[in-house]
């Protein structure tokens, strides 16, 4: 298996902007995380959806951060409009959930830079 | 709610010396608890994981934890430590979402 996939593994735009960034998760995986980390604030949940439904979103920033996962196999964090602020590593994570909950598997991140 | 606390920001050890890196866990019902280590500029990767049964609990690199009940621990340890090792490391439990510490970086000195 690939692993969980993640593009752009780097961007760098203009405050205003709408950014997207984009995550496969490993096939068969019912669980899909996204996480930001930055220096200050260490690594925070944002959101994450199970069997393609958000369970938890009281992670995002804020009404600029928006996720969607229309189908199991592929999710997006939408950043519109960009802040400098919001420049950080972005992380996309799946996993097995149910009584037997497995790990996360973790992408290799998507590094924003807003100007 | 569940919580997992690292309380050491920074640790250092010589190489070939015994490492352990710690951690605590506050849950309510079974703990599943998870150890991830990360390289610069990569994603998080796994290295160990206690659901149930032993407490010794051996991962990845050489790598085990040992899950303690009484103490609420699940401290990660190494008997040699290795220049590579160095990363930051972090404990997470899990109830559905997954709860991370702060994480605890780790310098193995040549």
């Known amino acids: 298996d690939a692993g969980v996939i993640q593009s752009p593994r780097h961007e760098v735009t203009e405050m205003g902007q709408e950014v997207t960034l984009r995550c496969k998760p490993i096939?068969?995986?019912?669980?899909l995380f996204w996480y930001r980390q930055t220096m200050m604030r260490g690594l925070e949940l944002l959101i994450y959806f199970n069997n393609n439904v958000p369970i938890d979103d009281s992670g995002m920033p804020e009404d600029r951060f928006s996720a969607k996962m229309p189908n199991a196999s592929f999710s997006t964090l939408k950043i519109q409009p960009s802040e400098p602020r919001d420049s950080a590593v972005y992380f996309c994570a799946s996993s097995l959930g149910g009584v037997n909950p497995g790990e996360l598997f973790f992408g290799e991140g998507s590094r924003l830079t807003v100007l | 709610a569940q919580s997992v606390a690292q309380p050491e920001d920074q640790v250092n050890v010589a190489e070939g010396n015994p490492l352990t890196v710690k951690c605590t866990y506050s849950v309510s019902g079974n703990p599943y608890l998870f150890w991830y280590v990360q390289y610069p500029n990569r994603g998080l990767q796994f290295l160990l994981k206690y659901i149930t049964g032993d407490n010794l609990v051996k991962g990845s690199y050489g790598f085990e934890a040992e899950f303690n009940k009484s103490q609420t621990s699940f401290h990660l340890k190494k008997p040699s430590a290795l220049v590579s090792d160095s990363a930051l490391y972090f404990c997470?439990?899990?109830?559905?979402?997954?709860?991370f510490g702060t994480g605890t970086s780790l310098t193995v000195i040549p």
């Open positions: 096939s068969g995986h019912n669980s």
């Open positions: 997470a439990v899990r109830d559905g979402r997954f709860y």
